[in-house]
């Protein structure tokens, strides 16, 4: 993408943040309709053929954010009775922290511009995540993952009929939430790992690895899964998959969602690890990110309610440069 392109959609940017008391979607749509009609070099007009594409998409995504949202928290509430089953029925002694989050708008708008500079015509599948943080353990890891989306994508019949068992004991309300929840046809998204360089294990020599018990375990989930409990080259460690909503279903038909486990010394690396953190795992789209970050000139003229700086969380509410978190939560033998 030519210099003056990425100049354009800056500029068109910083003038969609400046319309008065600007949400996200307010902000996407009136980037949309200047982009649409400004004239380009001719070379990237394929790539913003492609963005302009992914970011009619992103509106359509980000106006069915409450709801989105709702069916986020529904599922998360669903998993914390999930764990608590596997601790009561199998004694598991599982402690994890699950926590809930939505795809900032720059991201997203670097994302979907990085995929379009290589005419990619993948989507965004990751604007809502529900992350898992176990004790100890990639074996738990594994086991929480299968049990939570066997029952949630109905892969195993036996566990929903234990688990809906389970959940006799417990009062109409949460019975009522739950059983709304699991007759919605949740299907897996295929995915697949991608990696750009080899993983060179005597560069890690404390990390934990898989087994092939642990192997066997998830592997009725082989195509529909990042395996990186075998790690990257960066030593980053997880297991990522994407649970969606059937095309044909009446509520949010395609919404998906990002599920991740990881234990909390995985967790400690992937943050604070300078090769392995967040903003490293951003580096290979960073020139797409700056293309919407906004100057301090730019920033004092924008009217966004409630975004008043770069500085922190607090200074962002509703997500604009920060991941929005809305829900967090802790499990164990104690949460009954």
Known sequence: MQDETKQIIHNAYALATQKSNANAVEIEEALL?????T????????????????????????????QATNLCSEILHTTMYIVMWLNSEYGAKIDTNISARRKSLESELAKILELSDRQNPLNI????????????????CCFLATKIVDIICNLNRQDRKNF????????????YRIKRLLD??????????????????????????????DRKM???????????????WNGYQSLHLVVAVEPGYTTLPGFEIELQFRTWKMHVHAENDIKASHDAHKDDFEEY?????????????????????????????????FPKSFYNRRMNDSSV
């Open 164 to 175: 809906w068992a389970y959940l006799s004991q417990f009062d109409e309300n949460t019975q």
């Open 289 to 321: 990110a700056r293309i919407f970050r906004l100057s301090d000139e730019e920033l004092s003229k924008t009217d966004i309610r409630f975004f008043y700086s770069y500085k922190d969380i607090q200074n962002d509410p509703d997500g604009i440069h």
């Open 125 to 140: 599948m990751d604007r809502f995540g529900i992350r898992f943080i176990l004790d100890e353990g990639i074996s738990k």
């Open 218 to 232: 998830v592997g009725h989930l082989e195509g529909n899964m990042k395996f990186y409990f075998d790690p990257k």
């Open 33 to 37: 309709s200047t982009l649409d009609a």
């Open 39 to 66: 004239t380009i070099c001719q070379e990237d007009i394929p790539v913003m053929d492609y963005f302009l594409d992914k970011l009619s998409k992103s509106i359509l995504a980000r106006k069915r954010t409450f």
């Open 184 to 213: 919605i046809p949740f299907t897996l998204t295929p995915i697949v790992r991608k990696d750009k360089e080899p993983f060179i294990k005597e560069n890690y020599p404390d990390l934990e690895y898989p087994t092939e018990e």
